[in-house]
């Protein structure tokens, strides 16, 4: 009987916290609404099966309970009670994945005004790279990366040239504008992730994944890494500054090119074999 109890107030403070809780999502600052719909509708299932099931067991501990002079009755099977909790499982499985699924096919289809911008990630620290001015990134090979070139380039691509290299884990994105996220790893497996903006994605040795959203909201948004990554794990952060379009350009041209960097990278290579002749 006390345990029965127990179970029932368990139930009720269970709702009585969900619907009261300070805790709840950041604040939405991106056009994934339907993200946290989708989550919401799998917690409002899994909430009710909850519910059901421990107050069902409150009341057959109560219900069945030892009492002098009543036998349990025996019934191995219940071929109606197996059809009924088969079917009912099966329509709140199929309520909570076809929303998922609807949602997730909006996830992967990129508008095709969206924005391209790569996203680079290794132990412990993110980089990005813009295409330039014909607005195609150019190809790059894992094998040509070091610290020279540390995107990975291809040097004779034309496209890569006036690719724009943004190190030091701070990206700028206008506001009210689409954006591809092409993600990519250097060494282990990481995940990027903006909470505010609902959207993650893992990012894996050797491929190349992606997803897109639009952000809403101008302001300063913190990047974490939702994936265990190493012993720098939790200091693998950075920031996304959302900002009007028109400040985003000015923000662009502070950062070297491709060729920029592969020119400075020479100059410095020459100056230093220079002083070393010298000496």
């Known amino acids: 009987m006390t345990v029965a109890i127990v179970f029932a107030l368990l139930v009720v403070g269970s709702v009585v916290f969900s619907l009261v809780s300070p805790w709840w999502f950041t604040p939405l600052a991106s056009n994934w609404g339907t993200i946290d719909t989708t989550l919401i509708i799998t917690f409002m299932i899994t909430g009710v099966v909850f519910c059901a099931l421990v107050l069902f067991m409150a009341y057959s501990m109560f219900r069945f309970r030892h009492r002098e002079g009543i036998r349990a009755g025996y019934e191995p099977e219940s071929g109606k009670l197996e059809l009924w909790l088969t079917g009912l499982t099966s329509v709140g499985i199929a309520a909570m994945l076809a929303p998922g699924l609807v949602v997730w096919k909006d996830y992967v289809t990129v508008p095709p005004d969206a924005a391209t911008v790569e996203v680079m990630g290794q132990q412990w620290g993110w980089a990005f790279r813009f295409p330039g001015a014909d607005g195609v990134l150019g190809a790059v090979d894992p094998m040509r990366i070091d610290a020279d070139n540390p995107f990975g380039l291809n040097p004779d691509d034309p496209h890569g040239g006036d690719d724009v290299l943004v190190e030091g884990g701070e990206v700028r994105l206008p506001v009210g504008k689409p954006v591809k996220l092409l993600l990519r ?54 920031t996304v500054v959302v900002v009007e379009p028109d400040a985003h350009q000015p923000w662009l041209d502070e950062y070297p090119t491709f060729a920029q960097a592969v020119r400075d990278t020479a100059l410095a290579e020459a100056v230093r074999q220079g002083n070393s002749m010298n000496q």
Not at 185 to 214: E, I, N
């Open 185 to 238: 790893s250097v060494d282990v497996l990481h995940d990027f992730y903006v909470p505010q903006f609902r959207a993650k994605m893992d990012l894996v040795p050797g491929m190349v994944t992606y997803f897109w959203f639009t952000p809403t909201v101008t302001g300063n948004f913190e990047i974490l890494c939702a994936e265990l990554c190493g012993v720098g794990h939790s200091a693998m952060r950075g």
